[in-house]
């Protein structure tokens, strides 16, 4: 398979890759939901101090985002919604 037939199959409208980078974005944040209430928690009532004092809190949950908002979790996502999409086969008008 050439190059470019490669790069259509593997293509999603924009529309489509950003409904699922916010797909994606959502089930992160449902998944780190403990690390985002620590966090929560450790920034009430602070402002500027929250950056120092809530630093380790801050490090956890942008470790647990990262494990599920990366390259290869969209890419993931993207290869099933363009196999959801030759299951369906062609659209016929």
Known sequence: MGYVQEARE????????????????QKALKECERYTSKYAECAVGRTISVVW???????????????FTNDSVLEQMKNEYMLQQQEKGPLSL
């Open 10 to 25: 593997n293509h999603v409208k924009k529309k489509v890759e950003e409904a699922l980078r916010s797909k994606m974005k």
């Open 53 to 67: 004092k809530c630093r380790g809190q801050a490090k956890e949950l942008n470790e647990c985002l990262h494990q």
